[in-house]
């Protein structure tokens, strides 16, 4: 009859090789869901921007081409009072020379400020 020994007989695994390979698959299972989550708000952060914060800017940029050629043009304001806008540099220019010709030389530099 054959004996018994000559059967290969396996051990049960060593608990410490099972520890090790459970606990770096643990380490490799949450680097890759950290890497996933960064991933996807990085991407919802840029989706969020696109989205919201480039039509608030489109709106803006309307808004303010809208007012330069406001006081950047000529229009008509009342046509029965025969009030017309003029461009800001023209109506600054004229104001400027306005002041200088109707003031008095000795108040010409006054401010209305107190100088000591």
Do not use: C, W
Not at 18 to 35: E, M, P, R, S
Not at 45 to 61: I, N, P, S, W
Request: glycine share 8%; aromatic share 6%.
């Amino acid at each position: 009859m054959s004996s018994d020994t000559s059967k290969t007989h396996y051990d049960d695994p060593q608990p410490s090789g099972t520890a090790l390979v459970g606990v770096i698959g643990g380490l490799v299972l949450l680097a890759l869901v950290v890497f996933a989550q960064v991933l996807f708000y990085n991407v919802q952060r840029g989706e969020d921007e696109r989205k919201l914060h480039a039509v608030q800017l489109r709106e803006l940029l309307d808004l303010q081409t809208q007012q330069m050629a406001q006081i950047n043009g000529y229009r008509l304001v009342d046509a029965e009072k025969g009030l017309a806008a003029i461009p800001i540099d023209e109506a600054i220019r004229l104001y400027v020379q306005e002041v200088a010709t109707t003031r008095p030389a000795s108040q010409a530099g006054d401010t209305g400020r107190d100088h000591p």
